[in-house]
């Protein structure tokens, strides 16, 4: 049974930072393609960035050069570390986990059979 906890959303003003971390439970993070997505009221679920078994990482070009995903072995947890947050960064962020050691080109969120429930992150 595949379960992925988020923790770390919150509410910061622009240009702060916060870091998202996926528990996951059932699953190795390590060896399969895993993703965050987020949500604002009244858009579509959008990627935010996954990255693969080998490591391969994709990010949205809204977010490229402010967040960074990351892997922690040890804790088998998923990270994203958000820096310079903005307005328009606000939504709920969700861990997602595909049963594929490989993401799918493009990674969308059809593409992943695992979800968690989701973290709040709100920039002001």
């Known amino acids: 049974h595949v379960q992925l906890v988020e923790s770390g959303g919150g509410s910061v003003q622009a240009g702060g930072s916060l870091r998202l971390s996926c528990a996951a439970s059932?699953?190795?993070?390590?060896?399969?393609?895993m993703g965050w997505f987020r949500q604002s009221p009244g858009k579509e679920r959008e990627r935010v960035t996954a990255?693969?078994?080998?490591?391969?990482?994709s990010y949205a070009d809204s977010v490229k050069g402010r967040f960074t995903i990351s892997e922690d072995n040890a804790k088998n947890t998923l990270n994203l570390q958000m820096n310079s947050l903005r307005p328009e960064d606000t939504g709920v962020y969700y861990c997602?986990?595909?049963?594929?050691?490989?993401?799918?080109?493009?990674?969308?969120?059809?593409?992943?059979?695992?979800w968690g429930r989701g973290t709040q992150v709100t920039v002001s």
């Open positions: 997602a986990a595909r049963g594929n050691s490989w993401c799918a080109t493009p990674p969308l969120s059809g593409t992943f059979g695992f």
């Open positions: 059932g699953y190795t993070v390590s060896r399969y393609c």
């Open positions: 990255i693969t078994r080998a490591s391969s990482i």
